[in-house]
């Protein structure tokens, strides 16, 4: 724009800045009202530092001049041109995930599912081969199972407590090795640098939903993973009111594959829930300590019920994946799972309704406890869930665990009587 027209739009020194052309003109070059009720007027941010970013909406992003604009292209991934490839809200929220994962850069998705699909998509075509972990969160088991075979995607699954499992399935096409650590529900955990070097040394990418630990309790880009994905949605937002969720690619060389496919399929955040997300960031730490604390405590205790068969989690001893999980992860969240005795299993769903502080709901990593029935079988093939169908998944919340634990002794204590009843029924009817 030439300096004539700058001034018509009320810059008084030319349009060496965007900004100046959203400005309403003073004196001489006042417009008219309806002109100044679109124009945005000037007002000084100096002396304003605030600690937090500004929600910056926009769909429209003003270039200063027509050349600007016929190469926007070249701004690439890190520029702005258009409010769907980010504003500075949501940039915010991609540096601080980019920073604490490793890796060169992230992208951001309107919930966690949909950060997986948009994690293998870009890099799988008719004919290629993937790999995903049998325990594998299940609407990305349905993905595999519907999409990418539709697409002409080989889609074989894996024992996760096996690399050699994941060695004896690799082909020349296979082109991705998809990875849940711990598993959904079961909470196995996966040997991911043993993983990542077999998936290498046949050219695969590796991918890492890592979502239950979150990037403070495992870093997957420095054990070997190419892409990780986070459903911010959970622990990272913080307070079950927002989806969102998070790719976070190694090589600078991926990033191009993954935006382009965002902004073929049109796929954006708004900068309101990005800054819910970066609201929830800042406290991620103090909570997960919490609810790791609480939710170990508790998982010691319950595993004590006479009921309880089995307490899935990575931190215990006793769990299979336990010595892995201590070498490779910093920490743990408040995410486990319990099975019970196969006269209890029966009536885990029934007692739930004695509880009175978790609320009894999907999802997870708020600040409210939660519990859920979760039933397994039909979501394995790789291998065979041999417990009971149906697993209690608990989250520990932030209520006061004298209260939480008095809330699960109410769920235990209807439990047993109804275990009780049950088999007094059966005595009678036998008897
Ligand atoms: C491991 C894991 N990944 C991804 C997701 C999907 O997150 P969202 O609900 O934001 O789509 C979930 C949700 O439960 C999950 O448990």
Redesign the pocket.
């Given at each position: 724009m030439t300096a004539d027209k700058a001034k018509a739009y009320g810059s008084p020194s030319g349009m060496d800045s965007p900004e100046r052309s959203r400005q309403i003109p003073k004196g001489d070059d006042a417009m008219n009202d309806l002109t100044q009720c679109v124009l945005t007027p000037e007002v000084s941010a100096e002396g304003f530092d605030p600690l937090g970013v500004g929600v910056h909406r926009a769909s429209t992003i003003v270039f200063k001049d027509a050349a600007a604009y016929a190469a926007r292209g070249d701004r690439g991934h890190q520029g702005y041109s258009y409010g769907l490839y980010g504003t500075p809200t949501t940039r915010t929220l991609e540096a601080k995930l980019t920073a604490l994962e490793g890796g060169a850069w992230t992208f951001l998705a309107p919930?966690?599912?949909?950060?997986?699909a948009l994690a293998v998509l870009p890099f799988l075509g008719a004919g290629d081969h993937v790999l995903i972990v049998d325990t594998v969160?299940p609407?990305?088991r349905d993905l595999a199972e519907t999409d990418l075979r539709r697409l002409g995607i080989d889609v074989e699954f894996f024992d996760p407590g096996s690399a050699d499992d994941v060695a004896a399935r690799m082909r020349d096409t296979t082109k991705l090795v998809w990875c849940?650590s711990p598993g959904?529900t079961t909470m196995e955990i996966v040997d991911l640098p043993a993983i990542a070097d077999i998936a290498h040394a046949r050219g695969a990418l590796v991918g890492v939903?890592n979502?239950?630990a979150t990037p403070l309790n495992f870093k997957p880009l420095a054990h070997g993973a190419d892409i990780v994905?986070e459903?911010?949605?959970?622990f990272v937002s913080g307070h079950s009111d927002v989806?969102?969720?998070s790719i976070t690619l190694r090589d600078a060389a991926l990033i191009h594959p993954v935006r382009a496919l965002i902004g073929r399929m049109g796929i954006g955040v708004s900068a309101d829930d990005a800054s819910l997300v970066l609201r929830g960031f800042e406290t991620l730490g103090v909570r997960l300590r919490h609810s790791d604390r609480v939710a170990r405590d508790f998982a010691r205790r319950i595993g004590s019920h006479p009921l309880v068969t089995h307490v899935l989690h990575p931190a215990l001893e006793t769990f299979p994946g336990h010595d892995i999980w201590k070498r490779d992860f910093l920490g743990s969240s408040g995410v486990f799972s319990v099975t019970f005795t196969e006269a209890a299993s029966g009536h885990v769903a029934a007692a739930l309704d004695a509880l009175r502080l978790f609320a009894i709901g999907?999802?997870?990593g708020g600040t409210r406890s939660l519990a859920a029935p979760m039933s397994i079988r039909s979501f394995r093939s790789a291998t065979t869930w041999t417990g009971p169908d149906v697993i209690l998944r608990l989250s520990i919340g932030l209520e006061d665990e004298a209260d939480l634990w008095a809330d699960l002794e109410r769920f235990f204590a209807d439990l047993g009587e109804r275990v009780s009843a049950a088999a007094q029924r059966g005595s009678v009817r036998h008897g």
């Open positions: 919930s966690g599912q949909a950060a997986n969160y609407p990305m849940e959904s939903d979502t239950w994905t459903a911010l949605t959970k989806l969102m969720g999907a999802s997870w």
